[in-house]
């Protein structure tokens, strides 16, 4: 079994920056693609940013694009969500997400094991 887990979130301004991080312990390897979502209150939960299991390879909603950075660090286990200028839409609860397999993937379907999510609001 895989346990993920998410750290990081808070309450920031317009404009400003969070990193969230997300540790992933058990059976996953350093091999495992991992994905951050988000659900907003009433909202169904989006795709944010993927990055697979070597790195190399990531994929961003188009809506955070040029804001919001994915990184891993397979010694630890960790993934990165670097969030800057943060607008009041990107208000949800932020879940990470880990897979079995190497390659990345934008689908909810496509994860094996979740988070039990951070909330993350913008608002002056």
């Known amino acids: 079994q895989v346990k993920v887990v998410e750290s990081g979130g808070g309450t920031v301004q317009p404009g400003g920056s969070l990193r969230l991080s997300c540790v992933a312990s058990?059976?996953?390897?350093?091999?495992?693609?991992m994905g951050w979502f988000r659900q907003a209150p009433g909202k169904e939960r989006d795709f944010v940013a993927a990055?697979?299991?070597?790195?190399?390879?990531?994929a961003y909603a188009d809506s955070v694009k040029g804001r919001f950075t994915i990184s891993k660090d397979n010694a630890k286990n960790t993934v990165y969500l670097q969030m800057n200028s943060l607008k009041p839409e990107d208000t949800a609860v932020y879940y990470c997400?880990?897979?079995?397999?190497?390659?990345?993937?934008?689908?909810?379907?496509?994860?094996?094991?979740w988070g039990q999510g951070t909330q993350v609001t913008v608002s002056s």
């Open positions: 058990g059976r996953t390897g350093s091999s495992s693609a």
């Open positions: 997400a880990a897979r079995r397999y190497l390659l990345v993937t934008v689908t909810i379907q496509g994860y094996d094991f």
């Open positions: 990055i697979s299991g070597n790195g190399e390879s990531t």
